[in-house]
């Protein structure tokens, strides 16, 4: 039987990464999604449907989450659930990861974000 796997990515879409730092000419936002969308990508070549991914927005100027009742958790955005990624979810992924107005946030928070998703979907695994 093939493997299963899931993966979640956190996207830092705060503020300060509108910044370009190290001489680059693009943002940090959008150096760091050329890594998202490479990874995102080469999982849906493999057209595995056992291959899942997710993806959450850190310091996103709504909030959009399970825990999104406590705040500790505001400015956590699920952009897309734990599921088998396609082109066309990855093309309204690029529509809404883009730079907030929100400078601070919880990258801890996030990461419990998305341990329970993994949770949440592989029980049943």
């Known amino acids: ?53 997710g993806v959450v927005g850190l310091r996103t100027d709504g909030t959009r989450n399970d825990l999104n009742g406590e705040d500790d ?11 088998q990624m396609l082109m066309s979810q990855v093309r309204k992924l690029r529509n809404e990861l883009v730079l907030s107005s929100t400078p601070g946030g919880d990258a801890i928070s996030a990461i419990i974000v998305a341990i329970q998703m993994i949770a949440k979907e592989c029980k049943k695994l």
Do not use: P
Not at 42 to 49: E, H, N, P, S, Y
């Open 73 to 83: 958790y505001a400015h956590i955005t699920v952009f897309q659930d734990i599921s």
């Open 1 to 53: 039987m093939a493997s299963k796997e899931a993966t979640v990515y956190i996207v830092d879409c705060g503020s300060t990464m509108g910044e370009r730092s190290h001489g680059r000419k693009q943002t940090n936002l959008d150096f760091a999604l050329e890594y998202v969308w490479d990874r995102i990508t080469a999982t849906i070549a493999t057209g595995r449907k056992t291959a899942m991914a």
